[in-house]
């Protein structure tokens, strides 16, 4: 049963928006509700809501106003100019925000490609380097091919859909390499000037640009907020405290997620949202700052055990380094490269003016030292490092000459090193027990205030005012008002309120109250489509009919008893998600599905594919080999078929009628025409074939050809004219309606004989006992193994999924169609628990 709604129209004045609105989340009743364009018309607003097209609106709507009443307008001139000026700057501060994230993302990504210093791009003496963004879906064959041109490439995914792109070659193959990537979809990247070259410096440095581009804008939309409340009167949320609020809420929980702290360490009062700021901003740059000195910690612990090993590697091979100084006109390096890639740095460098000297490691790395002119130092280091070369000056330019010196240098201070990090891990977790509480009371108001934002960003405001629109059940609507008079005698009476019908053309969310019985049938109802407001709702019977077929097609008592055990497990003891779908509610549906096929198979005499005497009258044990059986299935198919095409026609006829529309209900072809029609084309047949329903009770004789002289064809006939009839009186097309009734007279035989389907499983079914049956007389080993274990299994598994798709498939499709559209939504109410 639907209950149907009413819509609730409160307004409050701001002071006290937030303490209405969180009572009504606390209250749980009230279906919230954005305002529509023609109701914001009515109330002459602009609803924000529909954020980026309404602006538009709203500002033809200042403009033409102000050239109509040019006059009566001077006194707010200052305040449309300012408009505009703001509006303006608000579009070229989103313009450089965009800009400044697609750098910062781009930043990130060549960090991510393990490089400290950002790239120089472009042509240099022998190499060339660019840096590209391309899809993902193409990077895996565009690596291979620049690879194969023995270009090196590198590359890091910067979102879901693109990764940055660094090639690096030898200048002879600039010209192959661009004409590779041209082939693929790409951005070439240009990196701005001013741009520390040092990655992490230009990140900070972006990020604090951002982080003022975004201050900018906040105070500018605020302002622009204000402006509109003055030239417009009534306005919608542009959700700008939303996005405030999810911004906090992120950092909080990214610090509770970092300092690992649980809700149950937590409590305390609200916390307002100034205060929030904050207290989150001295917690962040305490984290921050300790969080960073131990990165450094890690990361120069991290080099010296290198280093160490390093170090000891060059004992045991007794290597004498050579000093390592500044000279006047030559630059020395040291540092390490794959055994594999030591040839194709002698290849690089023969021919030039530098000294090469290296020496095999235990890891199969090599100690490469290399002397050249400074003039060539940076062409060389970036050479190298194509190739895989990792320069180790710096590092031991610190170290004394003497290795053992070394070694005991490097291991005291990798010492002190550990003693730091134990300090800052200490200092880190009285950082985490004293922020704790704090940030789990700054998380729940948070998430309240964000709540409560949601709720506004559907209402309307004017300066002094808010006003807020949602549907309440009518059954809920007296308890509703008496709690909302409650709150109106607290608050000295800062609110007021109505309730009225809904609007033919507003769409009305449903709530759906069956007996507890069919309840579990709603999602089956759902899964079609929600019922509509002014629709009938099909749950119960539904349930009733889906179980009925699915029973019919599957008739055992045995395999019942085991789907209801299935049901009961799902339903009370398993307790997870089955095939992604609710267990809980999966159990109780099968737990129906099991009581149809077992009352079924009592009636038919099917016990575990095993053929028992039948308790329905004047069935026999293997009923299946009379063919009077088998016709007799088939006709109670039929007939069943033809019974729920005729109570879906009916529920159509009664909607029309509910809703109003009589000349549907009366002429429509699922109205009381097609019913007739359908009631005389059945007959019709009957009287041709001369069927025979209960013997000795309905029998209809044979009457052949002479069946269209008769009184049920002239039924019919009645039925296809008032359908006709309707064009005229609606004035549509005939042509159209002439069409539609010769689809008719098709689907009318069509969706009938689809009902035999149900006829079809059954026998299957029965063909399957009767297998087993044989099969036991022929070989009772066989008989057990293939018979009475493998058929039962699979009609348990696969016939069990095909029954009830099938009996799914009936419902929705011949019998939803007449009369069921499913276009509503559910009623969910705002709470806040």
Not at 160 to 189: A, M, N, P
Not at 593 to 621: H, M, N, Y
Not at 777 to 783: C, F, I, T
Request: aromatic share 8%.
């Amino acid at each position: 049963m639907i209950i149907p709604a009413k819509k609730l129209t409160l307004i409050t004045i701001r002071e006290s928006e937030r303490q209405v609105v969180r009572r009504l989340g606390e209250l749980g009743v009230v279906h919230l509700k954005r305002m529509s364009e023609e109701e914001a018309k009515r109330l002459r607003e602009a609803e924000l809501g529909r954020s980026r097209e309404l602006e538009e609106t709203c500002v033809k709507l200042v403009e033409v106003w102000h050239a109509l009443f040019k006059a009566g307008f001077e006194g707010e001139r200052g305040s449309y100019r300012r408009y505009i000026e703001v509006k303006d700057r608000l579009n070229r501060l989103h313009a450089k925000r965009a800009e400044a994230s697609h750098l910062r993302k781009i930043l990130i990504g060549v960090k991510s490609l393990g490089e400290e210093e950002l790239p120089t791009l472009g042509l240099t003496e022998e190499l060339f380097s660019t840096l590209i963004i391309v899809p993902r879906d193409e990077v895996s064959k565009l690596v291979g091919r620049l690879r194969r041109l023995g270009a090196v490439v590198r590359h890091a995914k910067i979102s879901e859909d693109e990764v940055l792109v660094h090639v690096i070659g030898l200048r002879e193959k600039v010209k192959e390499v661009h004409e590779v990537i041209s082939e693929t979809y790409h951005q070439e990247v240009s990196l701005p000037d001013d741009l520390p070259r040092n990655c992490g410096e230009a990140l900070s440095l972006l990020e604090l640009k951002l982080s003022k581009l975004n201050e900018e804008i906040a105070k500018l939309e605020k302002e622009m907020g204000r402006l509109k409340e003055e030239l417009i009167w009534l306005v919608g949320d542009d959700g700008s405290s939303l996005t405030l609020l999810k911004k906090l809420k992120g950092e909080v929980l990214k610090l509770r997620g970092e300092l690992s702290i649980e809700e149950s360490e937590g409590g305390g009062e609200e916390v307002g949202l100034e205060e929030a700021e904050k207290l989150l901003k001295e917690i962040a740059e305490s984290y921050n700052s300790i969080r960073s000195k131990l990165d450094w910690v890690r990361r120069e612990s991290d080099r010296l055990r290198k280093l160490r090993s390093f170090l000891k590697d060059l004992v045991e091979v007794d290597f004498k380094p050579p000093e390592i100084r500044e000279y006047e006109n030559i630059d020395l390096f040291m540092g390490l490269v794959g055994g594999d890639k030591l040839e194709d740095i002698r290849r690089a460098v023969s021919g030039k003016p530098i000294a090469l000297d290296a020496v095999m490691l235990r890891d199969g790395r090599a100690l490469v030292s290399i002397a050249c002119l400074k003039d060539y130092s940076g062409k060389l280091l970036d050479l190298l490092r194509s190739i895989g070369f990792e320069d180790l000056t710096p590092l031991l330019r610190e170290l004394p000459s003497d290795l053992h010196e070394a070694w005991r240098r490097t291991a005291e201070r990798l010492e002190e090193l550990r003693a730091e990090e134990r300090r800052l891990l200490e200092e880190l977790e009285r950082l985490r027990r004293r922020a704790a509480p704090k940030l789990i009371a700054i998380y729940k108001s948070l998430d309240l205030n964000l709540r409560i934002e949601e709720a506004l960003i559907g209402s309307l405001r004017t300066e002094a005012l808010r006003i807020i629109q949602g549907w309440v059940p009518s059954d809920r609507m007296g308890w509703l008002a008496e709690k909302l008079d409650e709150i109106q005698e607290r608050a000295g009476g800062v609110i007021a309120y109505r309730f009225e019908s809904p609007r033919p053309d507003e769409k009305v969310p449903t709530l759906l109250k069956n007996p507890r019985l069919f309840k579990v049938f709603e999602p089956l109802v759902a899964l079609y489509g929600w019922p509509g407001y002014g629709e009938i709702d099909p749950t119960v019977i539904s349930g009733i009919l889906w179980t009925i077929m699915f029973g019919v097609m599957f008739p055992d008592f045995g395999q019942g008893i085991v789907i209801i055990g299935l049901g009961l497990f799902f339903a009370y003891v398993f307790k997870g998600r089955f095939l992604g779908m609710n267990s809980k509610k999966i159990g109780r549906l099968m737990i129906g599905l099991g009581l149809s096929a077992s009352l079924f198979g009592l009636l038919v005499g099917e016990f575990f594919l095993t053929e028992v005497q039948p308790l329905f009258p004047g069935l026999r044990a293997g009923w299946l080999e009379d063919p009077g059986g088998v016709i007799w299935l088939i006709k109670v198919a039929i007939f069943f078929g033809m019974a729920q095409i005729l109570l879906a026609m009916s529920l159509s006829t009664l909607r029309e009628l509910r809703g109003g529309k009589l000349l549907d209900a009366v002429l429509s072809h699922h109205g009381a025409a097609g019913v007739i029609a359908f009631v005389g084309f059945i007959l019709t047949a009957f009287h041709f074939l001369g069927i025979t329903v209960i013997p000795g009770a309905l029998e209809f004789p044979e009457l052949g050809m002479g069946a269209l002289t008769s009184w049920p064809f002239s039924l019919m006939i009645a039925g296809f004219a008032m359908m006709i009839l309707r064009p005229f009186l609606a004035r549509e097309p005939l042509s159209l309606s002439l069409g539609n009734l010769l689809e008719l007279v098709i689907a009318f035989l069509a969706n009938t004989f689809s009902y035999a389907r149900i006829a079809g499983f059954a026998i299957v079914h029965a063909a399957l006992a009767m297998v087993v049956h044989r099969m036991m007389h022929a070989n009772p080993l066989m008989g057990i193994g293939v018979g009475l274990i493998f058929l039962n299994l699979f009609a348990l598994s696969i016939e069990l999924l095909v029954c009830v798709i099938q009996a799914l498939r009936l419902l929705y499709y011949e019998f939803y169609s007449k009369f069921y559209e499913g276009s509503g939504m559910p009623y969910t109410p705002w709470r806040i628990r």
